[in-house]
């Protein structure tokens, strides 16, 4: 069960991950593990913010696709230790 | 651990993507590494699918760990001499690899990973003659040849392990793995001489583009070594244990070619980060 929660969140991040070079947002936020200093880039969830631009706004894609990416991480560390400890 | 390793290595491509303003190089690791984490998490989910004849009830943990354990108890007991099921029942197609094929498709996507990071390097080098000049010259090169002769001769001892292993001597291929897992252990030892150094002259991830990329390449390679060593050392435990035998080697192998694609990624990384002006 944990592993197939992880492949739906693995193959949203890559989907995510097409919509991120489709649009070119890679280069909305050139920062590091944060975005601009923080873990929420400033605007993006702002009160101009619809679901539509998590679709079109190239920062707000890339912050999407970046919070996948660490949901991604820690089910995959989750997903080792609990492979791990049933014995490998 | 292998997708725990590669979840972990496709953040830190992505982090490098962004903040090298999407070099096409890295971008095609990151998307090439992106398909090694599906592809490592479908061969999870395969391997963790329950195998048994269509209409018998499923079987619980406690008779598959019974049955393994017996399993290891007959290795053990036999001494040297596979039980004929682990021939006839896990006996791979002759077509198959050394090791399987999902270690295989590891390497080579690893290697595409590993080639687009040093091409880019190589690009960049190009851009900024200057600094990459000046990075190497600042590299500590004994301890760098050290490490390739410490890496290669721990490729070496697990070859041996590996091939004790098929002429039956347990005790012999538990030396060597040994062996091959203190070379690991020196490996990391040195490099951590070495990276304390780095950070010592201030010389970290943000100091320029060279120490970008050599914080970057050589820590994904260290983090392999460590993920292998872990490996070997779980390998070794069950070599020990009796529970592979010279017919049942798969995992034993897998593990050797893991090890053996941390060599090729360092002999890669060696010339091209430390060597070539």
């Known amino acids: 069960v944990a592993a197939l929660s992880l492949l739906s969140v693995v193959s949203l991040t890559l989907l995510w991950g097409a919509l991120t070079a489709g649009l070119r947002a890679g280069r909305a936020c050139p920062t590091f593990p944060g975005m601009f200093g923080g873990l929420v880039p400033p605007g993006v969830l702002g009160a101009g913010a619809s679901i539509a631009s998590f679709l079109q706004e190239p920062l707000a894609v890339q912050f999407v696709h970046r919070s996948l990416a660490w949901t991604t991480a820690a089910g995959a560390l989750a997903v080792c230790a609990v492979c791990w400890g049933a014995g490998g | ?277």
């Open chain 2, 1 to 277: 651990v292998l997708l725990a390793l590669a979840v972990v290595l496709q953040i830190s491509l992505g982090g490098l993507v962004v903040t090298m303003g999407v070099p096409i190089a890295l971008a095609s690791a990151h998307q090439a590494n992106g398909a090694l984490v599906l592809v490592l998490l479908v061969a999870l989910l395969h391997a963790a699918r329950p195998s048994r004849p269509a209409g018998s009830a499923p079987p619980d943990m406690t008779t598959v760990m019974a049955d393994r354990s017996r399993r290891s108890t007959v290795s053990g007991m036999a001494g040297n001499v596979a039980p004929a099921s682990d021939a006839a029942g896990e006996g791979a197609s002759s077509l198959e690899p050394p090791g399987g094929v999902l270690v295989w498709l590891v390497i080579f996507i690893e290697l595409l990973t590993f080639a687009a990071g040093l091409l880019s390097f190589a690009v960049s080098r190009n851009g900024e003659p200057a600094v990459f000049a000046a990075g190497r010259g600042a590299l500590n090169q004994p301890l760098a040849l050290a490490n390739t002769i410490v890496l290669l001769t721990g490729g070496w001892t697990m070859a041996n392990g590996l091939a004790s292993l098929r002429r039956c001597s347990v005790e012999a291929s538990g030396r060597w793995m040994m062996g091959a897992i203190a070379c690991g252990g020196l490996f990391l030892a040195l490099k951590s001489v070495e990276y304390a150094d780095k950070l010592r002259h201030g010389l970290d991830l943000h100091h320029d583009t060279f120490f970008t990329f050599y914080w970057l390449l050589t820590g994904f390679h260290v983090l392999h070594v460590l993920a292998a060593v872990a490996i070997l050392g779980a390998l070794l435990r069950g070599v020990r244990a009796g529970r592979y035998t010279s017919r049942d080697l798969l995992d034993v192998e897998s593990g050797a070619a893991f090890w053996h694609l941390c060599d090729l990624i360092w002999l890669l990384l060696y010339p091209t980060v430390y060597l070539l002006a």
